[in-house]
């Protein structure tokens, strides 16, 4: 599964869950060019009339200085985006594994008995036997050989608990795009905010740099977070992996009788 979702404007099916994403670069935009302004007021009118602007020209190069604005904020956000989730993937990723603690729900009978008659006897793992040669020659490790033969076989099972669990939520990614780039335009308002806090008068209130600070952080990290939480642990209980199994196997039962 990729790292990070794939992020872009849909204008395949224009919808009114979806047309808003037209806007959001305004918000970043419109706060870094707004605040440039309050601090700058004498540059948009010194601007106009070297340019010799009218009233709709003007408000027509505001708009367009204001969506650029959000849109390279937008591109910003995204490389660092990009840039923390390379980092932590060599550093977090590497002190901390990201190991599902379901070996335990792997080994119970109900499931397994479901997932062979979902799997079939084909990819179902074999029950873990002693070679015959070592059953013969009576050596003294064959206690330990049973026991990493049986280690085995469950991490087998726990294999087959996680990819099944990815199956039956197939459609379903880990974070939707239309939340992935809701983030990344809060986090290009926390650095149209930071650069404000820093070059304008807006240094001396510290509740700026908090916000800044904030929408930066979690905008920067929510994707790999997101990820790492689904690494690392179930997306689906027990209970609901189970019903969501059975249905599938039902549907599959539904279909080859349908084609009788």
Known sequence: MALLSEVHVNFGQVTFERIYQIFLPLIPGG??????????????????SVLGL????????????VYVSGLLLYGVSISVMGTFALVAAFTIGKKFRAVRDNLALSQRPVWRRLATGFLGNDLVPSLPTLPPALAQAGQ????QILTALQQQYDFEWQDWYNALQDYVLRGSPVISNEILFLWTYLQATG???????????LRGHWSVS???ASLIFFGATFAYGAHFLYWKYDRLTYWDFLARLINEIRTLEAEKRSTL
């Open 54 to 65: 009218g009233r709709y020209s003007r408000i027509g190069l505001a708009v367009f200085t």
């Open 210 to 212: 908090l916000v800044s």
């Open 140 to 143: 003294a490790n064959v206690p």
């Open 191 to 201: 650095w149209a905010l930071l650069y404000l806090y820093l070059k304008t008068p």
């Open 31 to 48: 706060t870094l060019v707004g605040g440039l302004l309050l601090a700058h007021p004498e540059f948009a009118s010194h601007t106009t």
